[in-house]
């Protein structure tokens, strides 16, 4: 086979039907750019679910009475309720935090906001214990077991925040996921129409080849690799999408977020080991997507 002419041939096909190319290479790489925001949202979900469940914690708030009259937990109802809390199944660690460190740790936590800071009073912070199980997810044991009890204010649940925050970034994998798998469903059309278009356009050369003892694989070639061409460029395309993306909109947006590492950053190097992955989906889809239509809609 000649790799010259059938170079050529895929050259003429991409220039003859230009605006379909385009068209083509736009929907695969808006299609795979929302295929690799899901992958990246699910990877950012998964280190943010790591990270927060080793860090929670279950916060027993205690009334005001005792965060006022006992610092150290030394009487009654404190020290029963840590001793309850000590010896109960799946407790990892009890730690008791009276109001003086609670309002130091609140001061570091929100040190970037000293307005805030300067707003808060100690008398506002109530002491707590700060439960860490041996099982994040079975939190809510704690919260039946402790609501209400004496010297009890409330049980602060952390896992119930994390659960909506997780919700919300499912949500939006979800949502990216779907309409990338729209995307790549007109993706598809679109390569299957400019096969057939540009099959339709060289009938008359492709029937001579034929007749000279050309294969039917030897005519089709050029076919397949303008499809695959073209959904390189769109998955290159896309790359480039979710890096201007990541430095124009994410760094701004959510920078202090990342900063302070509430949530885990995107990386480059992220985005680098996903190209590969968006280059290859756009390699395969388009081989298929080509291989199916000229078996099926196109005699050559």
């Known amino acids: 086979m000649r790799?010259?002419?059938?170079?050529?041939?895929?050259?003429?096909?991409l220039r003859r039907n230009v605006t379909m190319t385009i068209a083509m290479v736009l929907t695969t790489a808006i299609s795979l750019f929302l295929f690799g925001v899901g992958l990246l949202v699910v990877n950012m979900v998964g280190k943010m679910q790591d990270?927060?469940?080793?860090?929670?914690?279950?916060?027993?708030?205690?009334?005001?009475?005792?965060?006022?009259?006992?610092?150290?937990?030394?009487?009654?109802p404190c020290?029963?309720?840590?001793?309850?809390?000590?010896?109960?199944?799946?407790?990892?660690?009890?730690?008791?935090?009276?109001?003086?460190?609670?309002?130091e740790r609140f001061q570091k936590i929100f040190e970037a906001q000293p307005e805030l800071v300067k707003l808060a009073r100690p008398e506002a912070i109530p002491a707590m214990f700060r439960v860490k199980l041996e099982d994040p997810e079975?939190?809510?044991v704690i919260v039946q077991e402790f609501n209400g009890k004496a010297g009890v204010k409330n049980v602060d649940d952390q896992?119930?925040?994390?659960?909506?925050?997780?919700?919300?970034?499912?949500?939006?994998?979800?949502?990216?996921?779907?309409?990338a798998l729209l995307q790549a469903a007109a993706a598809l059309l679109l390569i299957s129409n400019t096969i057939q278009v540009s099959a339709f356009t060289r009938r008359t050369e492709v029937g001579i080849m034929r007749l000279v003892g050309a294969t039917r694989w030897y005519t089709q070639l050029p076919f397949l690799i303008e499809a695959v061409?073209?959904?390189?460029?769109?998955?290159?395309?896309?790359?480039?999408l979710l890096v201007v993306t990541k430095v124009f909109l994410l760094?701004?947006?959510?920078g202090e977020l990342f900063s302070s590492n509430i949530i885990p950053e995107v990386s480059?190097?992220?985005?680098?080991?996903?190209a590969p992955v968006l280059v290859g989906v756009a390699i395969l889809i388009s081989a298929l997507t080509g291989y199916v239509t000229l078996r099926l809609y196109v005699r050559l």
């Open 159 to 179: 896992s119930q925040d994390l659960d909506r925050l997780f919700g919300f970034l499912n949500g939006v994998r979800d949502a990216a996921l779907a309409l």
């Open 3 to 13: 790799t010259s002419f059938v170079f050529s041939e895929v050259v003429t096909g």
């Open 229 to 240: 061409v073209a959904g390189v460029i769109g998955a290159i395309a896309a790359i480039g």
């Open 138 to 140: 079975r939190s809510d």
């Open 268 to 274: 480059m190097v992220e985005i680098l080991f996903l």
């Open 51 to 76: 990270d927060y469940l080793g860090q929670l914690e279950v916060a027993v708030m205690l009334t005001n009475d005792i965060s006022s009259n006992d610092k150290d937990c030394t009487q009654e």
């Open 79 to 103: 020290r029963g309720l840590r001793t309850d809390l000590e010896t109960m199944s799946g407790v990892d660690t009890v730690v008791f935090e009276n109001r003086e460190k609670g309002y």
């Open 251 to 254: 760094n701004r947006v959510l």
